[in-house]
């Protein structure tokens, strides 16, 4: 009696079809597009981010291979970090995720042997979102 009933309704009435109906799809399609347009709001803002996290720790693995080159050399601090390759760091390793070489100056006589400093998101030394090997937070990406 069942399937004689479901043959009766879609016999009887065309208007019941299988599928989805056009308000149906165009509602899944804003559904979709707000959530587009959601991700490419916050996917930009998270790249710089991970560009910071990714510069901050290479400096800090640049910082370990200026102290190793300097316990090879009698405390002295190399004059450019070019001195480091290939001995203590790969080529290209003097570039920021920002693709800017990391400025780099022995300081004999300061507080620290040397300064090392990346320009940071804007390219441009001596802004704020400078990042600085001795004063920058690790863990955050700010």
């Not at 879609?10 to 165009?26: M, V, Y």
């Not at 450019?80 to 006589?109: Q, R, V």
Request: net charge negative; charged share 20%.
């Amino acid at each position: 009696m069942t399937t004689l009933n479901a043959q009766l309704n879609t016999r009887s009435n065309p208007r019941i079809r299988p599928g989805f109906s056009l308000i149906e799809l165009t509602a899944v399609l804003v559904i979709l597009g707000l959530l587009m347009a959601g991700a490419a709001v916050a996917v930009p803002s998270q790249i710089e981010k991970a560009r910071i996290r990714t510069t901050k720790n290479s400096m800090v693995v640049i910082k370990t291979q200026v102290e190793s080159y300097r316990a090879e050399n009698a405390g002295d601090a190399p004059e450019t970090l070019a001195l480091l390759i290939p001995s203590f760091m790969e080529e290209g390793s003097d570039f920021d995720s920002f693709k800017e070489k990391y400025f780099y100056l022995p300081t004999p006589g300061g507080t620290h042997a040397y300064e090392l400093r990346s320009a940071g998101p804007d390219k441009e030394m001596g802004t704020e979102d400078d990042i600085n090997v001795w004063t920058m937070d690790v863990a955050s990406s700010n």
